[in-house]
């Protein structure tokens, strides 16, 4: 208190956010500190990496045939093989990654969004804003996803994918959304939300301001995880022709044109599997390092 | 509590009554039986396939509201109407639950079984080798897709019975071989080589799942001041542990167990259609290619209804076996 | 029992006491991970003797008694050396430690709530307590768990044996703790802060059951507390720690009579007791213990230290022997003086009466309020009414500070949360600055959310960990749409004392006593008239808490606040308050000016209460009678029929004919007014002084 006030003036408009050890930068100084963190966000980095720029340095786009050449093994040619259509896997195999990583990736932000309003809301209204939120996210559950994605497949032909990635988020929220309102409720209890309502704050904008950003470390993780999902999801339904539509191509697509010829011709499934579940397993390992990151019991010493 | 019984059921009922009629509309708005008629040689007259669509409900030419008041009174009796083949759909709707039935139960035997042993252990000795191997083997079989696996199964199978048994040991199509006359015996060893393999696709990420569940339930606990009074009474570690944190730890473990099995239903569609098991799965993705909506619906109908008795049993079993909640 | 005057602090020695040492402690350390939270404790302990070791949280007395159980996490490092019966237990095989544990050495831990394991019965698991160490048939374990349950006062203690922990109270469950640690006739038991989690007549009872399972053991006790008055009246010696190391050693009449350390000078000094009346400020200690991980250079209470002296700081001094059986850690030991008489002597007559303010800001009438009873966690079921509160009564003057005390299940949570949601009561009329909440129009709620304020409990809790100092202050001024809230943040970090350039931190940053200055600073952002404060020290440490006390009574002077102040803690609300109101089971037993209640209270709820409270004060703990209430709080669902309190009531019980009882069952007794500014919910209310 023996500071002037020009200096204190000072102190609060420049030097606030220099000094102030900031959430984020703790959050990521432990994540960057744990090596399966180092290691999952490196090689995520390299998949995409891989999806976007490798289609650069290929000879060959996904719809390139090369018709003196069907169902070749690895080569300098083609560095992947080739596919029974002439098709070049390495070419072919970028594409799908791209299609699947971005398919991803937007499902579980849309997912967790979508959890996190829904599940807030219900949680710190309750109420009747509770029961009819809580038994939409019950039908919902109770709907089953792969049929109703299944059925609607036909819609998602010619360049419609946006629609098979909102449908894909539709059936991905809700048990996030169950544990957001659960946490919700208990937070609605705790006293810096009551203190923000009993100093007259309105409830929409607590629920925003309050409510939601404190579940944050929650909804990352959620998110990185829904993005593993999302891709595992969109695997299987494309394997079986109900999601990304030909002539697009994805993981799933090609892995199930793959998994026939794979007995003879090794090249057209492994790396497609393998690829997928290094990004899978990379995207699962930034999620669990991050849960570490936030949780701030791994960093608690016993009394 | 039997009003909160008689209240919840209701809810139930009424959520499945809508997840069915909801399944109904979207299989009878997008699929198209029409179309299977399109590619037969020779092909049907129009007012012969209009027939045989009336016959079965499936006419899109009759309004949906009436198609699906046909349908809802059908099912309200008992009848879940017939499958583009003209078969009666519980009929065959029966047969396959026996099948799905008997896959998954196993499955979901072994993959929780296994990974409530595999994830207590690794619980107990957190951040040894253990569970560093485990940690990291859950992790890569969880980034393995159900299509992925099941494929790389019947590879390696392929491989292993060339190169290892040098006979066919492991058989990746269908439950059973068509026309075997070894007797009695000979049928159950062949059943068994059948099952290996779709058993093992489904509980490999079951014992992943349940492992990391089962480790952060029990660490959870071990921490937990009883554990401590266990202690301070003079148990051993080994009896503090499995009296009272095991115990403690497995109640919310069984609940997912209970809500696994009815999630399991539909969904062991996957492992049922590659490896040829006529089960429910591989009839819902038939049923869909074949424009089949009668069938898509009674099998949606099932799993809501799974879903929820499996919520309710999930509920049921925390009860028994938690006092606090039980009161 | 018979206590052990005069032994010596040293681990080994052979004067005086009854009997050799069964449990010796010789520089016993612990670290985690490079970090020492022990460092360097040794004691001693002979039969039927009582330890106290007295700490503030993070001065390592804790980690000290698990580390002497074997019960620490693998991941510390312990040296030194545990001899029970002069057999040595560090680095002992964990065959011969399960054999010692629960058997010669037992320990009743401070959470009773999670003491237990859930899904066993309470009567099992006492009887798994016994078959561990004597080869006995479950029957017969059984019944041996009944009769300990009995010991330790549990009424039905054959049926109580079959019932869940879930359906005992906190106290009943540290009783059947207490059971279980007995069961084997053990030679030590290690209590660690066994009466912390409870209420202060249950504390009471608690704390008797323990002078009983003594009794009948004849074990030696530690007991380890952050509060010095449950330490006066039940321990022989007295162990203070501070920075992972005793700093003082002695005979309990040496540590409050005769202390020669500093810290304990202060703890001491620091401490709100509910035996002083005429509102003298404490003396707080300055600022805060040190981390573990970072002690500062010499003596780590230097820092803190009013008698701090250069040599202070160039080498942690050793304890030394100041007299026969007494030793403290400070080089200045001899000059040393504890604070004053202990009580200010004002014999005869209570002090004259303030007059009470004109204008009211707070007026509560008969307000009721009911919950429904649920049961089940799966099967939500209604079964029953909890009548929370039922018919409260009291003003609230402007500049006045008004205490509203009571143990758990008083409603004096509810009874705030009513008068802060701002909502029409169930029944009754709450009428705050002037507005009955029964007919607020939107406009009107948001002018009075702006002239009440509120500070709460855990500070942690009540800040949003997520925001800056900064923003947290600034978020009333913007919602009440305040301009220039940069200059006002600084303004009121200023107010409370804290440094106006810390506004960019994060409320983690902060020491507990800090963060509830940032409470208390937010809630005065908007200049309120009226400002409810629901137990804003309890959560602090002593030394802490007399900071907090002496702001919040500086600072109503100062801006005319009204208080409306929440708390269990009957000291602190002497201190605080002008007047006090008394709450049980969802009624006023007693209301009036502090010292008048204090002095000499009417109710038989308010003078059993006050006799509860232990002093830190050997001779008058030692020479008090207690009065001692039977059993629990009946439940709100429940409630006795005529007076709430006749079911506990000692002079229900003891003192009143059957044709007097019957008014008591018949009929609720309102407040009737007893003196100039004191009233009483009792048909027989009769003043008497009890502290």
Known sequence: MTLSEEELAEDLSTGAPVRAPSRARTVAGRFFR????????AVLALMFLLAFAGPLVSPWTYTDKDFTAFMRPPSSRHWFGTLQTGSDVFAVTLRGMQKSLVVGLLAALVSTALAAVVGAFAGYFLGWTDRVLSWVTDLLLVLPAFLVLAILSPLFGSGQWPLFVVMLALFLWMVTSKIVRGMAISLREREFVQAARYMGVPPVRIVFRHVIPNLSSLLIVDATLNVSSAILTETSLSYFGFGIQPPDVSFGTLIAEGSMTAVYAPWTFWFVAGLLVITVLAVNLVGDALRDAFDPTSARRPR | MAGFLARRLLNYAVLVVLAASLAYLVAATALDPRSNYADRTPKPPPAAVDAQLDALNLNDRTPLLQRYATWAGGVLRGDFGKTVAGAPVDEELKRRMGVTFRLVILGLLCGSLLGVFVGALAAVRQYGWFDRLSAGLSFLVLAVPVVVLANMLILLAAWANQNVFGRQLLLVSGEYSDGLATGWWGQVVDRLQHLVLPTISLSVGLIAVFSRYQRNMMLDVLGADFVRTARAKGLSRRRALTRHALRTAMIPVVTYFAFTFGALLTGATFTEKIFGW?????????????????????????????????????????????????? | MSPVRGAAARPVSGEGGVGAPVLEVSDLTVSFGGVRAVRGVSYSVRPGEVLGIVGESGSGKSVTSAAVMGLLPPGARVTGSVRLHGQELIGAPDRRLNAVRGKSMSMVFQDPLSALTPVYRVGDQIAEAVRVHQRVSRESALVKAVELLDLVGIPHPSERALAFPHEFSGGMRQRVVIAMAIANDPDVIICDEPTTALDVTIQAQVLEVLKRAQAKTGAAIIMITHDLGVVAGFADRVLVMYAGRPVEVGDVDDIYYRTRMPYTVGLLGSIPRVDRGARQPLEPIEGNPPSPAALPPGCPFAPRCPMRIDPCEAA???LAEVAGGHRAACIRWEEVRPRGPAVPEDPGGLPPLRVRGERTVLEVSNLVKEYPLLRGAVFKRRVGTVHAVAGVSFDLRQGETLGLVGESGSGKTTTLTQILEL????????????????????????????????????PLAALDPRMTVHDILAEPLRTHGRPGSARRVRELLALVGLDPSHAARYPQDFSGGQRQRIGIARALALEPRLLVLDEPVSALDVSIQAGVINLLDALRARLGLSYLFVAHDLAVV????????????????????VDAVYGAPAHPYTQALLSAIPLPDPVRERSRARILLEGDLPSPAHPPTGCRFRTRCPKFRAELTDAERELCAGVEPEVRPLGADQGAACHYADRREVV
């Open chain 3, 423 to 458: 909502t029409a009561p169930q029944e009754g009329s709450v009428v705050v600055l002037g507005h009955d909440t029964a007919r607020l129009r939107r406009s009107e709620r948001t002018e009075i959310r702006r002239d009440m304020q509120v500070v709460f409990q855990d």
């Open chain 3, 316 to 318: 942690e001094p050793p």
């Open chain 2, 278 to 327: 006529h089960g429910l799965g591989e009839q819902l993705i038939d049923s869909i290619f074949g424009n089949d909506v009668n069938t898509v619906a009674a099998i949606s109908l099932l799993a809501a209804v799974a879903v929820l008795l499996a919520a309710l049993a999930a509920d049921l079993l925390h009860a028994a076996l938690d006092p606090r909640v039980r009161a």
């Open chain 1, 34 to 41: 744990s090596p399966q963190g180092v290691i999952g966000f």
């Open chain 3, 574 to 593: 002497r201190h605080i308050a002008d007047r006090v109101a008394v709450m049980y089971l969802g009624r006023i037993a007693e209301i009036g000016q």
